[in-house]
T-cell receptor, first 111, second 112 residues
Framework: GQQLNQSPQSMFIQEGEDVSMNCTSS?????WLWYKQEPGEGPVLLIA?????ELTSNGRLTAQFGITRKDSFLNISASIPSDVGIYFC???????????FGTGTSLTVIP | ETGVTQTPRHLVMGMTNKKSLKCEQH?????MYWYKQSAKKPLELMFV???????ENNSVPSRFSPECPNSSHLFLHLHTLQPEDSALYLC???????????FGPGTRLTVL
């Protein structure tokens, strides 16, 4: 099946630092989603992207739909302890309906 | 209740047991999904229901049997599971099939 590669797999950062992570695929996607999952909970939708080059923000989070249509990026500015969790990307190809998920980036914020 | 709820949150069962997972969405959505989440692996789509009709079965073994009596409720019936079936089972819903999905908190299943 379709594989999405997320990097980095894990990050340990100081509170206040900015965070960048990305997701790449071998196929062209027409939709990218970013989710956050905290321990013991299901993924929560953060940002949805629908057009190549699109840049969308949700508070301190900003995500971009890569112009190649094969990647997406998520940035978190001025991280705080409650940003801790696993961040997943999900993408949907132009052909087909299913969303494919990445393996996640685990974020730890050190106060 | 708001959003997507799942019960039970934790379940331990033997290989010969029969149990059911329940999901309810309070969002007025038309599509519901079951996913399996295992450590270090991407979410695996299991089943998709759109307007109560199953539209996708992702080669899931028959020991998992879904049921969707209406657009708000989804069940996953389990019987004769294997230890490798231990995982977090997530339910999700979306306004229309294959749109952005909203997830429940999951059921942590352990098969002994």
């Amino acid at each position: 099946g379709q594989q999405l590669n997320q990097s980095p797999q894990s990050m340990f950062i100081q509170e206040g630092e900015d965070v960048s992570m990305n997701c790449t695929s071998s196929s062209i996607f027409n939709t990218w989603l970013w989710y956050k999952q905290e321990p013991g909970e299901g993924p929560v939708l953060l940002i949805a992207l629908y057009k190549a080059g699109e840049l969308t923000s949700n508070g301190r989070l900003t995500a971009q739909f890569g112009i190649t249509r094969k990647d997406s990026f998520l940035n978190i500015s001025a991280s705080i302890p409650s940003d801790v969790g696993i961040y997943f990307c999900a993408g949907r190809r132009r052909t087909g309906n299913q969303f494919y998920f990445g393996t996640g980036t685990s974020l730890t914020v050190i106060p | 209740e708001t959003g997507v709820t799942q019960t039970p949150r934790h379940l331990v069962m033997g290989m010969t047991n029969k149990k059911s997972l329940k999901c309810e969405q309070h969002l007025g959505h038309n599509a519901m999904y079951w996913y399996k989440q295992s450590a270090k692996k991407p979410l695996e789509l299991m089943f998709v229901y759109n307007f109560k009709e199953q539209t996708e079965n992702n080669s899931v073994p028959s020991r998992f049997s879904p049921e969707c009596p209406n657009s708000s409720h989804l069940f996953l019936h389990l019987h004769t599971l294997q230890p490798e079936d231990s995982a977090l089972y997530l339910c999700a819903s979306s306004q229309e099939a294959y749109n952005e999905q909203f997830f429940g908190p999951g059921t942590r299943l352990t098969v002994l």
